[in-house]
C-alpha cells in the first residue's frame, strides 16, 4: 500500500535526489563509463563517457547520507527508505535521458533544455511512486521549477568553478 507524505516530508524525501545528482561532478577524473563504451544498435554510445560507476557510486552514497542524517533528525523511516530511493531514481533519471540524448544525436555536454535540469527530479519522483511513497503531488508541482532554477544556478556555479565543462 502507496504512502501519501504531506507537503513538509515531501520535501525533505527529495532533498537527496539533489545531493545525489549534483555530487558526481565533484569527481576530479573522467571514472569508468557504466556502458563500458560500448554502442547501441544505432551506432552511437549507449551513455556515453559522462555516466560512470564512480559518479553513480558518490551519488548513491552522499544522497543515502544526507537520506541517513535526515532520517535521524525526523525520526522517520519513510525518509530514509524515500530518501534513498529519490537518490537512486535521480540517478537513473540523469541517465535514462542520456541515453535519450544520444538517440536524438546529441553530444556529451549538448544542452537539451529542460531534459538536462528535470531529468533526475522525474526519475526520483518515479522511484519513490515504484517503491510504494507518493510524494504530495501539489508540492511535487511547485517544486519543479524551483528544482529548475536551482538545477541552473547550481552547473553555473560548478562550471566557473572549473567542475563542469559546460554550465547546464
Request: with cysteine; charged share 15%; proline share 7%.
Amino acid at each position: 500500500m502507496a504512502e501519501l507524505l504531506d507537503p513538509f516530508h515531501t520535501i525533505l524525501v527529495l532533498l537527496p535526489a539533489l545531493i545525489a545528482n549534483g555530487s558526481p561532478v565533484l569527481l576530479s577524473y573522467g571514472g569508468t563509463p557504466i556502458d563500458g563504451g560500448r554502442k547501441f544498435l544505432d551506432g552511437r554510445p549507449i551513455l556515453g563517457p559522462g555516466k560512470t560507476w564512480e559518479g553513480l557510486a558518490i551519488g548513491t552514497l552522499y544522497g543515502s547520507i544526507f537520506a541517513t542524517f535526515l532520517s535521524s533528525t525526523t525520526c522517520s523511516l519513510t525518509i530514509l527508505k524515500g530518501g534513498i530511493a529519490a537518490a537512486i531514481g535521480a540517478l537513473l533519471g540523469d541517465m535514462l535521458a542520456a541515453f535519450v540524448k544520444r538517440r536524438i544525436g546529441l553530444e556529451r555536454g549538448a544542452p537539451a533544455p529542460v531534459l538536462d535540469q528535470l531529468d533526475f527530479y522525474a526519475g526520483a519522483l518515479l522511484l519513490l511512486y515504484a517503491v510504494g511513497i507518493v510524494v504530495h503531488p501539489y508540492t511535487a508541482v511547485l517544486m519543479a521549477p524551483l528544482v529548475l532554477a536551482l538545477h541552473r544556478l547550481t552547473n553555473i556555479a560548478a562550471n566557473r568553478l572549473r567542475l563542469k565543462p559546460v554550465p547546464w
